[in-house]
């Protein structure tokens, strides 16, 4: 168990609808992060909050958005679902910022586009 | 973009032999990282390297950090049905160090 949960494990929704995720990292973690992993290309880094401010982005869509908490949790936001975003949705969290490549895990949504 | 290429991307093996993944790229990291991912679950940190040449064993597993930290290598010996799973190579890019590029993984099957 890394300590960082999310919520739900599963969701089937269909095409056109908004979906949110939510995580909350390990206990004095300030750090979240967002990855997407799919079979085709593998694990994706989506973006980074730390403290409740965006500090960093990846390859992520217009259609998704982030944000993180005063209590540290955090949420992504998918909005207009295409089958193509059916995936593994993975929140990490780090500790201390000069070891922010140390990033553990939580078990992930699988999201599934109908 | 810097990519990380894991080989072999899949290992089927019997219990008791042994075993190397490599992870390689042309670009240099500010560190690697090893993760070991069941199905339906996230990735696990096994072990993180940060200084070229650098060497950690983890028991029976032996990782390794190339000179020049652009490539690492995870050897398992006695290989044992527990070790079976997915494992990921991750590095730390010189610039954003947090935005981990991922390897697309090496399928590992320790057969009894």
Known sequence: DSGVTQTPKHLITATGQRVTLRCSPRSGDLSVYWYQQSLDQGLQFLIQYYNGEERAKGNILERFSAQQFPDLHSELNLSSLELGDSALYFCASSGPRDRAYEQYFGPGTRLTVT | ?112
């Not at chain 2, 390794?64 to 070790?83: N, V």
């Not at chain 2, 799973?85 to 730390?92: E, M, N, P, T, V």
């Open chain 2, 1 to 112: 973009t810097q990519l990380l290429e894991q080989s072999p991307q899949f290992l089927s093996i019997q219990e008791g032999e042994n075993l190397t993944v490599y992870c390689n790229s042309s670009s240099v990291f500010s560190s690697l990282q090893w993760y070991r991912q069941e199905p339906g679950e996230g990735p696990v940190l096994l072990v993180t390297v940060v200084t070229g040449g650098e060497v950690k064993k983890l028991k029976r597993l032996t990782f390794q950090f190339g000179d020049a930290r652009k490539d690492s290598s995870l050897h398992i010996t006695a290989a044992q049905p527990g070790d079976t799973g997915l494992y990921l190579c991750a590095g730390a890019p010189i610039q954003g160090a947090q935005k981990l590029v991922f390897g697309q993984g090496t399928r590992l099957t320790i057969n009894p």
